[in-house]
């Protein structure tokens, strides 16, 4: 299992990122997957998890981040997508993906996790 996060950076308060995952070594499309952070001096925490198909994808979100993420996969790019609007400086953090256990739409014990990519907001 292969998964490598993109995307971070820098951001000002109220602008816009969108992270991307491209996940390997796996059938992407059978599995849920999730976004976590880590923020300098604290654990780990679940942020999103979208469902696996086929048909309609579920996406849930821990609720501070609610209303301003989305989440989205491209199953035929096994490719995973975080858009983050209204960003804010408490968002900043190693951002990763992660992969679920079999059958379930996790937010925790994933199974497999990406090295992160990191985004600071700040202004």
């Known amino acids: 299992v292969q998964l490598v996060e993109s995307g971070g950076g820098m951001a000002q308060p109220g602008e816009s990122l969108r992270l991307s995952c491209e996940a390997s070594g796996f059938t992407f499309s059978n599995f849920s997957m999730s976004w976590a952070r880590q923020a300098p001096g604290k654990e780990l925490e679940w942020v999103s998890t979208i469902s696996f198909g086929p048909g309609s994808y579920y996406a849930y979100f821990t609720p501070s981040v609610q209303g301003r993420f989305s989440m989205s996969r491209d199953d035929a790019k096994n490719t995973l997508y975080l858009q983050m609007n209204s960003l804010k400086t408490e968002d900043t953090g190693m951002y990763y993906c992660?992969?679920?256990?079999?059958?379930?739409?996790?937010?925790?014990?994933?199974?497999?996790r990406g090295q992160g990519t990191q985004v600071t907001v700040s202004s």
């Open positions: 992660a992969k679920c256990p079999p059958a379930i739409a996790c937010v925790r014990n994933w199974t497999d």
